[in-house]
């Protein structure tokens, strides 16, 4: 059974930084690229980052050079390091594969970016 588990969302000030985790269950992230996917109010769920199981990466233009995801082999953990974080970035953010499995959505992890 996969398992994809959210962590380390909240309210940060705008151009401030946060770190999301997400705890995956060990057949899928030993096999599979892993994203980060947001889905701000009234918009559908699109690609943050991904990452394959050899290290490329690819981002979405609008996060380029501020986030950053990476991946723990011992932890099977999948990172997103958010930096000069601004409103628009305001979503929910769930971790899947990439590509996706509708089947694989986890409870995500909300981010607020306000002042």
């Known amino acids: 059974q996969v398992q994809l588990v959210e962590s380390g969302g909240g309210l940060v000030q705008p151009g401030g930084s946060l770190r999301l985790s997400c705890a995956a269950s060990?057949?899928?992230?030993?096999?599979?690229?892993m994203g980060w996917y947001r889905q701000a109010p009234g918009m559908p769920r699109g690609l943050v980052a991904a990452m394959s199981t050899g290290g490329s990466t690819i981002y979405t233009d609008s996060v380029k050079g501020r986030f950053t995801i990476s991946r723990s082999n011992a932890k099977n953990t999948v990172y997103l390091q958010m930096n000069s974080l601004k409103p628009e970035d305001t979503a929910v953010y769930y971790c899947?594969?990439?590509?996706?499995?509708?089947?694989?959505w986890g409870q995500g992890t909300q981010v607020t970016v306000s002042s």
């Open positions: 899947n594969k990439y590509p996706l499995n509708e089947a694989y």
């Open positions: 060990g057949s899928i992230f030993r096999t599979y690229a």
